[in-house]
């Protein structure tokens, strides 16, 4: 692929997608995505016949599936639209500010204008003048709508374009690997997906102001289908973490019409999300694509030139990202000419998104899910990795509006490797959604509503030597209120542990808290007083060692799959992090660590 990418309306194009020309775009989505969609599989059957000897199956596969549907979903070439694909009767488009646009002719005058749909009142209006390839775009000012509304273009020289029952509200764009992907589900469709999602459907007819969009705008609820067949195929974090905005936001987003954008494809890096510039800011190696060593055998970009560059410059109202688990496994594979780069490729993919469609939109990541062994420094690669990602995660932090939702508790049991999984889509897809979207809903409340609402665990401020030798970890007030040690759900609901040993107890496996000594090693903590054990410590937790002298760190929940987290009254779980010892306080003895969590495990 010729590197460089064009702009709207231009000419340059990348290895044959051009801004300026849909039906080329058309011809070039279904084209690429087929030949790459029999590549993948290919290269699976490959794999299959090596008996596993030279190459591994991904833990999280391609979705070959979707890679085709995504062929299908851009059907033949077609003329240049006066309005962009995703423009169809029946959507949302994003209140006060919703930016619209398409292809008309060369200078061509266009004129947009909407109307009530039941009494034909003027609602809005906008006009715009065709650059010379014929692009044009206008953003209209129109306030949330409760009932349906008309809009029009006209172009000289083309037809002109009605949409019917188009809702003005927020507009959310839902992205990454499978476990976005990951459908509501239930008896019959997509079955086995997300805990409690027939009642999830049978609630759909409570909020009939969700629409949906997958290369087609459809109402979340449908008063024909019974089955709800659309709901039920749909995301679940993306339409779960929707309904849960209405409940944590009722008074000001309980009505508010939702447009939920999915735009997620099993398996997939980061890379494909990302324009090719994100790479080289990076320093991101010239890989060889197709070569399973690499961790790049899927191509850069492509899936940005697909489902996400078409949206550009829509309105959104937030994006949420769940995907890393296929970075992980290069992300701590020091061999690997990708080890190490999440932590740049994420918070540069996001500045690539939001410079793309021209906003600040917020950006809220899901950390990955237990998932792999239960023992730090595990001989697992796949616990290793996990374990690194969730930390590059962290990086998203690093720009204005973001936040990490953390749900390192809520693994699946199919990530135990000597029992039989009770996911059937495997332990690296939790199914419960729910407490995600909840997660998500906290965060979205916080940074984009202003709302005031616990959305964090138990963040880690300062760490000190105490005067009896134990490492005092002091916790953001805000955050630390009803701050407690949990077993995760798994080891909550099933035997994890040899019989009468409690989830958070001693041992490697039980708890969180290692110590991190001069020689570099690291050993879990004898013992840990957390709040709830002793309420005098409300915003503490003191890890106890029979050798104070030599500690220069501390270290939590460093293991693929915790069996035992920290957790606030909110119910929310304490990020991974670890903390070095930096200084001596003259004044009362103690050793301060740093206030800032280090990327490193």
């Given at each position: 692929?010729?590197?460089?990418?064009?702009?709207?309306?231009?000419?340059?194009?990348?290895?044959?997608?051009?801004?300026?020309?849909?039906?080329?775009?058309?011809?070039?989505?279904?084209?690429?995505t087929m030949l790459y969609a029999t590549a993948v599989a290919a290269f699976a059957v490959c794999m299959a016949q090596t008996n596993g000897k030279k190459f591994e199956l991904p833990t999280d596969p391609l979705d070959v599936t979707a890679l085709a549907a995504l062929a299908a979903r851009a059907g033949s070439p077609a003329a240049p639209s006066l309005l962009a694909p995703p423009f169809q009767s029946g959507m949302v488009l994003q209140a006060d500010s919703a930016t619209l646009f398409g292809t008309a002719g060369a200078n061509a005058n266009v004129s947009?204008?909407?109307?009530?749909?039941?009494?034909?009142?003027?609602?809005?209006?906008?006009?715009?003048?065709?650059?010379?390839?014929?692009?044009?775009?206008?953003?209209?000012?129109?306030?949330?709508?409760?009932?349906?509304?008309?809009?029009?273009?006209?172009?000289?020289?083309?037809?002109?374009?009605?949409l019917s029952d188009v809702l003005f509200g927020s507009v959310f764009l839902c992205s990454g690997q499978?476990?976005?992907?990951?459908?509501?589900?239930?008896?019959?469709?997509?079955?086995?997906?997300?805990?409690?999602?027939?009642?999830?459907?049978?609630?759909?007819?409570?909020?009939?102001?969700?629409?949906?969009?997958?290369?087609?705008?459809?109402?979340?609820?449908?008063?024909?289908?019974?089955?709800?067949?659309?709901?039920?195929?749909?995301?679940?974090?993306?339409?779960?973490?929707?309904?849960?905005?209405?409940?944590?936001?009722?008074?000001?987003?309980?009505?508010?019409?939702?447009?939920?954008?999915?735009?997620?494809?099993?398996?997939?890096?980061?890379?494909?999300?990302?324009?090719?510039?994100?790479?080289?800011?990076?320093?991101?190696?010239?890989?060889?694509a197709g070569s399973p060593a690499t961790c790049a055998h899927q191509s850069n970009s492509d899936l940005y030139d697909q489902l996400i560059e078409p949206l550009v410059p829509m309105s959104i109202s937030a994006a949420f990202w769940y995907q890393g688990e296929s970075n992980a496994p290069c992300d701590n594979n020091a061999s690997l000419p990708t080890y190490k780069y999440y932590s740049c490729l994420l918070p540069g993919m996001i500045k690539a998104w939001r410079g793309a469609f021209g906003q600040t939109i917020p950006f809220f990541v899901v950390q990955l899910a237990a998932y792999g062994g239960t023992d730090a420094d595990s001989s697992d690669r796949t616990s290793d990795g996990v374990v690194q990602l969730r930390q590059d995660q962290l990086s998203a932090l690093s720009l204005p509006k973001t936040a990490v939702a953390v749900t390192i508790d809520l693994g699946d049991d199919g990530a135990m490797p000597w029992t039989p999984p009770t996911s059937r889509h495997g332990g690296i897809h939790p199914r419960n959604k729910t407490?995600?979207?909840?997660?998500?809903?906290?965060?979205?409340?916080?940074?984009?509503?202003?709302?005031?609402?616990?959305?964090?665990?138990?963040?880690p401020v300062r760490a000190s030597v105490t005067a009896n030798a134990a490492i005092r970890v002091d916790f953001d007030p805000s955050t630390a209120a009803g701050m407690a040690l949990v077993p995760t759900q798994q080891c909550a609901t099933h035997a994890r542990l040899p019989a009468n040993t409690p989830c958070c107890g001693s041992?490697?496996?039980?708890?969180?808290?290692?110590?991190?000594?001069?020689?570099?090693?690291?050993?879990?903590a004898p013992s840990v007083v957390a709040p709830d054990l002793a309420p005098a410590y409300a915003t503490t937790v003191v890890v106890y060692t029979n050798d104070a002298a030599d500690v220069v760190g501390v270290r939590y929940a460093a293991q693929g799959y915790p069996l035992c987290v920290l957790s606030n009254r909110q119910g929310l779980t304490a990020s991974p992090f670890v903390m070095n010892i930096t200084s001596v306080s003259e004044s009362d003895g103690t050793s301060t660590l740093?206030?800032?969590?280090v990327l490193s495990l």
């Amino acid at each position: 692929q010729p590197q460089g990418r064009g702009v709207k309306g231009g000419d340059t194009t990348r290895g044959g997608f051009d801004r300026g020309n849909t039906a080329r775009n058309h011809a070039w989505v279904t084209t690429r995505t087929m030949l790459y969609a029999t590549a993948v599989a290919a290269f699976a059957v490959c794999m299959a016949q090596t008996n596993g000897k030279k190459f591994e199956l991904p833990t999280d596969p391609l979705d070959v599936t979707a890679l085709a549907a995504l062929a299908a979903r851009a059907g033949s070439p077609a003329a240049p639209s006066l309005l962009a694909p995703p423009f169809q009767s029946g959507m949302v488009l994003q209140a006060d500010s919703a930016t619209l646009f398409g292809t008309a002719g060369a200078n061509a005058n266009v004129s947009v204008a909407v109307v009530d749909g039941s009494t034909g009142a003027a609602v809005a209006s906008a006009a715009a003048t065709a650059n010379a390839t014929g692009y044009w775009t206008v953003t209209l000012a129109v306030g949330v709508t409760a009932n349906g509304t008309n809009v029009t273009v006209k172009a000289a020289g083309a037809p002109s374009v009605t949409l019917s029952d188009v809702l003005f509200g927020s507009v959310f764009l839902c992205s990454g690997q499978s476990n976005m992907q990951f459908c509501l589900g239930g008896e019959g469709h997509c079955a086995g997906g997300a805990f409690a999602a027939n009642t999830s459907v049978a609630n759909a007819h409570l909020y009939p102001e969700i629409r949906l969009y997958s290369g087609k705008w459809s109402p979340s609820f449908s008063a024909v289908d019974p089955d709800q067949r659309t709901l039920r195929s749909f995301s679940a974090v993306c339409y779960l973490t929707a309904v849960e905005i209405k409940k944590v936001l009722a008074a000001s987003y309980g009505g508010r019409p939702m447009g939920l954008i999915e735009a997620a494809v099993g398996g997939t890096i980061i890379e494909m999300w990302s324009p090719p510039e994100v790479m080289q800011a990076c320093g991101l190696p010239n890989v060889s694509a197709g070569s399973p060593a690499t961790c790049a055998h899927q191509s850069n970009s492509d899936l940005y030139d697909q489902l996400i560059e078409p949206l550009v410059p829509m309105s959104i109202s937030a994006a949420f990202w769940y995907q890393g688990e296929s970075n992980a496994p290069c992300d701590n594979n020091a061999s690997l000419p990708t080890y190490k780069y999440y932590s740049c490729l994420l918070p540069g993919m996001i500045k690539a998104w939001r410079g793309a469609f021209g906003q600040t939109i917020p950006f809220f990541v899901v950390q990955l899910a237990a998932y792999g062994g239960t023992d730090a420094d595990s001989s697992d690669r796949t616990s290793d990795g996990v374990v690194q990602l969730r930390q590059d995660q962290l990086s998203a932090l690093s720009l204005p509006k973001t936040a990490v939702a953390v749900t390192i508790d809520l693994g699946d049991d199919g990530a135990m490797p000597w029992t039989p999984p009770t996911s059937r889509h495997g332990g690296i897809h939790p199914r419960n959604k729910t407490e995600v979207g909840r997660r998500l809903a906290l965060a979205f409340a916080a940074v984009v509503a202003n709302a005031s609402v616990v959305y964090q665990g138990p963040t880690p401020v300062r760490a000190s030597v105490t005067a009896n030798a134990a490492i005092r970890v002091d916790f953001d007030p805000s955050t630390a209120a009803g701050m407690a040690l949990v077993p995760t759900q798994q080891c909550a609901t099933h035997a994890r542990l040899p019989a009468n040993t409690p989830c958070c107890g001693s041992g490697p496996q039980g708890m969180p808290f290692e110590l991190l000594f001069k020689n570099g090693s690291f050993e879990v903590a004898p013992s840990v007083v957390a709040p709830d054990l002793a309420p005098a410590y409300a915003t503490t937790v003191v890890v106890y060692t029979n050798d104070a002298a030599d500690v220069v760190g501390v270290r939590y929940a460093a293991q693929g799959y915790p069996l035992c987290v920290l957790s606030n009254r909110q119910g929310l779980t304490a990020s991974p992090f670890v903390m070095n010892i930096t200084s001596v306080s003259e004044s009362d003895g103690t050793s301060t660590l740093d206030a800032v969590p280090v990327l490193s495990l």
